[in-house]
């Protein structure tokens, strides 16, 4: 399983629109094929700062993701709202501590 995190910056006015962009695209996104968790996260003292956080079957399902038009349509737009370049992380879990 791959992890991915995509952090955002926004500009402050276009908070709204990113929210109601990604309202209307989560389901798309999170039934897309390989796609097996979708979260989106704000920063706790920088409201114009996001994060989305995904679970994918590998790197090959977030590339067929990513090569979609579902994606294209939805980062053209996004990407229009940015105030500076986004970050992305591809990840894996090494451990989890229970208690």
Sequence with gaps: MLIRIVRMTFQEEKVAAFLENFESNKKKI???????????WQDENQKNIFMTYSHWDSEKSLNEYRDSE???SVWSYTKTLFSD????FSTKKLDEVEI
């Design 85 to 88: 370049r986004p970050q992305a």
């Design 70 to 72: 579902l994606f294209k």
């Design 30 to 40: 999170r039934s897309f094929p390989g796609c097996r968790h979708l979260e989106l």
